[in-house]
């Protein structure tokens, strides 16, 4: 068990980035209907629904650009610590050592598995957040998915607790 390198899963890319079209256009739709066809303009709604297409739209550039990202690398397991790349938080992170984690748990929130990483002193790894990101590694501990990853739930478990197992000491 020297290294385990877990790339992003292109077709679940590819869903997201469907969704993102789908949310887009539906969104811009109830805008142009609010201000154009709509016998009285209401504009809180109006104001939410361009608010909401200018969000849906910059998740549609960002997956466009994550979908055709050269580095491909999700997910890095080897005997100095693990590599998260699957959020903007794990990726600001950085390389987390096995001997800075303290314990390995599973959760679920929103009916979506995640595991989380209680670290040790994380004090030493989120100089560099805001403050709300920090309060939330310090109680939450570092958040690792499978829902972008090209591996089930299950395996990415089994995986990591193998190498926190092996390399804690």
Aim: proline letters at 2%; aromatic letters at 12%; charged letters at 15%.
């Amino acid at each position: 068990m020297n290294e385990t390198i877990i790339e992003f899963d292109s077709k679940k890319r590819l869903k997201l980035f469907l969704f993102g079209i789908v949310f887009t256009v539906a969104t811009l739709t109830f805008a142009y209907y609010i201000f154009f066809v709509a016998q009285r303009i209401n504009i809180t709604f109006g104001t939410l629904m361009l608010m909401m297409s200018c969000l849906a739209c910059y998740g549609l550039i960002s997956g466009t650009k994550s979908m055709f990202d050269k580095d491909r690398v999700g997910l890095i397991l080897n005997a100095d610590g693990i590599l998260f790349r699957g959020t903007p938080l794990a990726k600001a992170i950085g390389l987390i050592k096995w001997t800075a984690v303290q314990s390995v748990s599973e959760g679920v929130a929103h009916r979506a598995p995640f595991i989380s990483l209680k670290l040790r002193n994380p004090e030493g790894h989120i100089q560099n957040l805001s403050s709300q990101l920090q309060q939330f590694v310090i109680s939450n501990g570092l958040v690792v998915t499978a829902d972008q990853l090209a591996v089930d739930f299950c395996e990415l478990k089994n995986l990591i607790i193998d190498y926190h197992q092996q390399y804690c000491q």
